[in-house]
Nanobody
Framework: QVQLVESGGGSVQAGGSLRLSCAAS????????MGWFRQAPGKEREGVAH???????NYADSVKGRFTISKDNAKNILYLQMNNLKPEDSAMYFC?????????????WGQGTQVTVSS
């Protein structure tokens, strides 16, 4: 089993920055691949970024150049540094984990942390 707890959300003005954290605990191998997702009211959940065990990364086009995903394996923490935030980035952000990035679905999910960006 894997437990994921997000933190770091909040309210910022457009152009500002936030860093989200996701503390992971439990089994290691089921979380070789970790990612961030977001869901705004009335919209479908979308993938933001993911990072593989070899630290290769992938980003949604909408956040490329502004967001950076990283992880601290010693502390078991996944991060999402968000810069130059835009109002359209407002959403509930979730971290997720799965054994391999080539698998379709993420198996483990956190409860989410809210990000609100005002114009």
């Amino acid at each position: 089993q894997v437990q994921l707890v997000e933190s770091g959300g909040g309210s910022v003005q457009a152009g500002g920055s936030l860093r989200l954290s996701c503390a992971a605990s439990g089994d290691t191998y089921p979380r070789n691949c970790m990612g961030w997702f977001r869901q705004a009211p009335g919209k479908e959940r979308e993938g933001v970024a993911h990072i593989d065990s070899d630290v290769s990364t992938n980003y949604a086009d909408s956040v490329k150049g502004r967001f950076t995903i990283s992880k601290d394996n010693a502390k078991n923490i996944l991060y999402l540094q968000m810069n130059n935030l835009k109002p359209e980035d407002s959403a509930m952000y979730f971290c997720a984990a799965k054994r391999y990035c080539f698998l379709r679905n993420f198996a483990y999910w956190g409860q989410g942390t809210q990000v609100t960006v005002s114009s």
